[in-house]
């Protein structure tokens, strides 16, 4: 077993060769995705978008004021993001930042050739593992372009403030950022799966997402309480607590800690995990042969799964209506075939029905 400069076991990670983003991405952000690669023109609403918006002048602004990194430049930074891509089989690392920041955040930017920053906070307050797995999250987003659409959508975002006095427009601009919001949260879950699957520590993971909800002591943090807070939050409470829900997201990036740590320990009890560091995993060079339409059905699956397992107070009400529907219609159902069955019966000459004792 091999050390780190610090004498503690270093863990051995699987380098996942050739393997395709479609591995961690979540059923919905990737038919997200397939929708938006299918759309004819829609790379050149891109270029259109890219002209109005100066990615170099942006990237320039980084490089003015943070810290670009490299061998020389937060060396332990780039040694983590080196390993983080090695695993993903990256072999063309995007630049990366350091920017100052107390709050532990990272983002990838970009539309031409996406860059990552991150905070200084994350530097200070991760450890060598949970910082892994951050970088890995970021690199997950590049590989899968989720960092095209979020610069879209920062621009629609901006567009959206700049023409809220024009009331049609300004509430078809939200609507579709609405659509745009709720598939990158899902975007957000793929990138912690890519993240996991860099550092290959899913308790590191965890760690990560404890850190982003209270920052970066965990001496007086207990894991178990962290993923009973995620319980309590899914399926806690009544149907106020849903609607509270409903608001605090809907206009949210990213879904909440706790939630995301319970959707990472959901993937990892499936079995995908496993199976990819096992050599199961989608690989790029068979991504042209990847089905829109296959796609689509595993988003809406994905969904259907998701309304039939959740604990939330509102869905569960929303399947007990929706069950009492069903069988309010396969009662009338029910009825209309008996009607149809005697009109049958009585047609053919068979009396009252065919029941002898009908007055």
């Known amino acids: 077993m091999t050390t780190d400069d610090e004498n503690r076991p270093v863990r051995r990670r699987v380098t996942l060769t050739g393997i395709s983003s479609r591995a961690w991405e979540h059923p919905a952000d990737r038919g997200a995705l397939s929708a938006l690669r299918e759309l004819r023109g829609f790379d050149d609403v891109v270029k259109t978008f890219f002209g109005m918006w100066n990615e170099r002048g942006f990237r320039l602004s980084y490089l003015a004021g943070s810290i670009r990194v490299d061998h020389r430049q937060y060396p332990r930074v780039y040694q983590r993001f080196t390993e983080a891509a090695s695993t993903l089989d990256i072999a063309e690392l995007p630049e ?37 797995a951050m970088l890995g999250h970021e690199l997950g ?38 659509g745009m919001l709720e598939w990158w949260r899902k975007a957000e879950l793929s990138a912690d799966r890519a993240g996991l699957l860099a550092g290959q520590d899913p308790a590191a993971s965890l760690r990560l997402l404890m850190k982003l909800a209270g920052g970066g002591d965990l001496s007086q943090i207990d894991t178990t309480a962290f993923l009973e807070q995620a319980a309590e939050y899914e399926g806690g409470g009544d149907i106020r607590d849903s609607i509270h829900k409903l608001g605090m997201t809907a206009w949210s990036t990213h879904p909440f800690p706790v939630a995301r740590a319970s959707e990472l320990r959901k993937w990892v009890d499936s079995g995908a995990y496993a199976a990819i560091l096992g050599g199961d995993y989608p690989h790029r060079d068979s991504d042209g042969d990847s089905s829109f339409s296959e796609d ?38 029910g009825r209309a075939m008996n009607w149809a069955s005697d009109a049958r019966r009585r047609a053919r000459g068979d009396g009252n029905g065919g029941d002898p004792e009908a007055s």
């Open 96 to 132: 990366l930042y350091v920017s100052q920041s107390p709050i532990i955040n990272g983002s990838a930017i970009g539309l031409d050739k996406p860059f990552i920053v991150i905070t200084t906070g994350a530097v200070e307050k991760l450890d060598d593992d949970e910082l892994r």
């Open 296 to 333: 689509a059905k595993a988003a809406a699956k994905s969904y259907r799964e998701d309304f039939a397992n959740s604990q939330d107070p509102l869905v569960g009400l929303l399947r007990r209506v929706g069950d009492g529907a069903s069988d309010m219609a396969g009662a009338a159902a």
């Open 141 to 178: 987003h590049v590989r899968s372009g989720h960092a095209v659409y979020k610069t879209i959508m920062m621009i629609l975002t901006s567009w959206a403030a700049n023409i809220s006095w024009i009331p049609i427009g300004a509430i078809a601009l939200r609507a579709i950022i609405a």
